[in-house]
């Protein structure tokens, strides 16, 4: 079963929600967490854990043989993404950063070998064991990378390699590709979002996207008694259903500080008490399914 913690923007307890769930989750499943916010993966800093085996993303980039290159120009022409120019002697030039790997300008080459096989490294993905029944894959984008959509599914395929009762991803802020990759095929979104103008208008983004993939959410409202702000028109007019609210709490504010999980160090606070219940919602679809 894959559940996805999601959010229209940072900041908002996304991460503490998908920790502290997973580790409550860890008590009766085999639970895979999938920190896919390649710009910011912090998970595993909130479960006091470190970065292990590393696998490197690689992203194709053409390497040109300019002793077969007849000067066409046709991989320029039909660069999609303009990241091919023309050298005042006619040859053409890769802008790196600006290239998505897509192999066209190989594809329509018309000499044999002009065109050969490069890479870059884009990102990387890790594995952790943090016990017998939890899990921790982690994508990292590589420093001063724009394209993160390539690691993103680069960390999805490792995590759904693993057998499990549950992966739980825990994706990046926003409504981009990045994050329709890991909210694809989910059985349970759960929408995290805060008592905020932006935080109300960065729902609405993230509840469109939902309608479009015809995913339902659940909406946790974090920091709920931040301010009398109301989700319920939104959350009514998209389908959601809002299950949980978070007040603010010295228990949450102690454990973030510590890097030790509210329901490992304050299991019976009331934080702990709301992700048993979020918990329990889950094992409710999983005995359905």
């Known amino acids: 079963m894959k559940i996805t913690v999601t959010g229209g923007k940072g900041g908002t307890g996304k991460s503490t929600v998908a920790t502290n769930l997973a580790l409550t989750l860890a008590k009766k499943y085999h639970v895979v967490l999938v920190d896919a916010d390649v710009e ?48 005042k002697e006619g040859y053409p030039f890769l802008m790196p950063t600006l290239c998505s790997g897509c192999r066209t300008c190989q594809l329509v080459c018309p000499e044999e070998g002009a ?62 590709n990045h994050v329709a990759a890991a909210i694809e095929d989910s059985k349970v979104v759960i929408a995290v979002t805060e008592p905020t103008p932006l935080g109300l208008h960065d729902l609405e983004m993230i509840l469109k996207l939902l309608n479009k993939l015809n995913l339902k959410a659940w909406v946790v409202v974090n920091r709920s008694d931040l301010s009398d702000i109301s989700h319920d028109s939104i959350v009514e007019k998209y389908g959601g259903e809002i299950i949980a609210e978070i007040p603010m709490s010295d228990e949450i504010l102690k454990s973030y500080v510590e890097g030790v999980p509210v329901v490992v160090k304050y299991p019976e606070s009331k934080p702990s008490k709301i992700f048993e219940s979020i918990a329990k919602r889950i094992e409710e679809v999983i005995s359905w399914t």
Do not use: Q, W
């Open 40 to 87: 910011c993966p912090n998970d595993h800093i909130l479960l006091s854990t470190k970065l292990e085996n590393e696998e490197i993303v690689k992203l194709f980039k053409p390497k040109f043989d300019y002793s077969k290159c007849t000067k066409c120009g046709v991989c320029i022409e039909e660069c999609a993404e303009n990241a091919l120019l023309k050298f």
């Open 115 to 176: 065109i050969l096989d490069d890479y870059r490294i884009v990102g990387y993905t890790y594995y952790t064991k943090l016990s017998e029944n939890l899990e921790l894959v982690t994508g990292k984008l590589e420093n001063g990378e724009e394209r993160s959509y390539p690691t993103v599914l680069a960390a999805r395929r490792r995590a759904l390699g693993i057998k499990a009762d549950i992966h739980l991803f825990d994706t990046m802020p926003g409504t981009g």
